[in-house]
């Protein structure tokens, strides 16, 4: 049985990995609440005593609009909380493997004619919490190269799934969707439709986490993509569909964000060769589920 | 004139750098001493106030071993100290450069047919040290793709001179000699005299960073190199002629390395095409400064 020691356990993703990881049959180990990962003392306690054989690294501030803000404060979680953890990790657990979660935002704005982007694609992080990414992902990797800790990295490209909090894209746009048939209301604010994005399912990134877990070579960054790009204005018209709604599409220049990439699609030769992973939930699933939930 | 703000101008590369910047017709601006650049609040006052064209950022703590002791401490000044400067410069300097000092140490451990190693090469890092100037990199970098400050990175590989604390390898050989002389102590105690390092004179070393600041992509990593390696024991046997002074090596495996890498020596192809810098010291000549200087 594998002990799965899990960071931000108490976050949307988190909640589906530690199922996963149970209904798998791994044996889950949530850090105490309250801890601080930015305390050092109370990290390496902790690391002393705990045991496990791999720690999934999710916990993170991973709003990009607070990280223009308050950018110290992003850094202090994302950064120092994981240089804590990887000295945690060093110092006590060096058989352990580390799971990293990165983000496609390390990829910033990658050329149309480099798409879909590979995981050697230089880094060029364009926002703090994207900084923040690229940052924590060389002190994982320093556990490896330093200390031999099998530290594996992800990067997730957009997820989405019942429970995302809708300051999300896709919730956002499946709750106006919802309350537009309610309240007969038949325009939609929106910013830039024509943006496309990678899109998965969260059960089935959760499920890439763990095959990369187990597969994964040390050492190593994986994308967790659906290797496919929609455009919001494509998500808006199957939402719309699976909810039974007609809306006009109302642009407010309030929404757009000037320095948009018009599209993001991530490679998923290396996932699929290394551990097998392919995609299960199409997207039009993962909506209806989304919708289900709002308008049951 | 250019208006140069440097930072860790108190050290010992800094005191070489605002002496060149100086004689180079560029108006120095030091921080104000005890400014700490973890101090978020400190160092947005400061930016707010201050007026420059370029910001050199050499503060760092730059101990190898005292990062594997307190990784926490010199992430804090590395990772966070650049972080809380980068706000600095997002915020009220858009127009200005940035050059962001970080180190060979990036690259780890390097395979040899991989030599001499190009700024392309994938970043290993092996020790906190380098993790936080790989980290670092990537917060510079965010300064530039996020906010277009005119970032660029030097990758500085060994150096020395006149100056240099005697903790490091080439000032610690020069005083042991100059002391066998003294003495008439004949046994010198070493490491590992094979590994070869790739050494520059710390006056081209200052050189190089103006030059990397008036000429350098902006986005881009320059090493700052000589191109060339020498093998310790190459060093010891220059400076001993120097000297004038005979010593048998006697090997302490105390002073051996577990995970020495044999050789590093980096590319100087991309900082010679775009700034035109090379080299100009013999190393015999920084040598004999540096013996010079405690046997004169």
Redesign the interface.
């Known amino acids: 049985m594998v002990r799965a020691l899990v960071t931000g356990s108490r976050g949307f993703v988190g909640g589906y990995l530690i199922r996963h990881l149970a209904s798998s049959g791994d044996e889950v180990i949530e850090l105490p609440e309250g801890l601080d990962l930015r305390e050092?003392g109370d990290v390496l306690r902790l690391f002393e005593e705990a045991v496990f054989d791999v720690c999934y690294h999710l916990a993170a501030i991973s709003h990009v609009g607070l990280s223009w803000e308050e950018?110290?404060l992003v850094?202090?979680n994302n950064?120092?909380g994981t240089?804590?953890l990887?000295?945690g990790l060093s110092r006590f657990h060096r058989n352990s493997r580390l799971l990293f979660i990165s983000s496609s935002e390390v990829y910033?704005?990658v050329p149309q004619d480099s798409l879909p982007v590979t995981e050697n694609a230089a880094?060029?992080?364009?926002?703090?919490y994207?900084?923040s990414k690229?940052?924590?992902e060389?002190?994982a990797?320093?556990a490896f190269?330093?200390s031999g800790v099998s530290t594996v990295v992800a990067r997730s490209f957009n997820h989405t799934g019942v429970g995302q909090p809708a300051s999300f894209v896709v919730p956002g746009i499946v709750s106006r969707l919802v309350e537009a048939k309610r309240s007969g209301r038949r325009s939609l604010r929106v910013g830039n439709v024509a943006s496309r994005r990678d899109f998965s399912d969260v059960r089935d990134v959760v499920r890439a986490y763990r095959l990369i877990a187990e597969r994964g070579r040390a050492?190593e960054a994986y994308n967790v993509a659906s290797g496919k790009s929609l455009s919001i204005s494509e998500i808006i018209d199957m939402a719309a569909a699976i909810v039974g709604v007609d809306v006009d599409l109302e642009v407010d220049p309030e929404l757009l964000r000037p320095n948009d990439v018009p599209e993001i699609v991530g490679s998923i030769e290396k996932i699929v060769a290394d551990t097998g992973y392919l995609p299960r939930h199409d997207f039009h699933d993962t909506l209806a589920g989304m919708v289900g939930r709002l308008d049951g």
Request: no cysteine; glycine share 12%; net charge neutral.
């Open positions: 050092r950018p110290y850094y202090e950064v120092l240089a804590n990887v000295e910033g704005r880094l060029m992080p364009a926002t703090p994207a900084a690229a940052a924590g060389q002190i990797l320093q190269f330093g050492g």
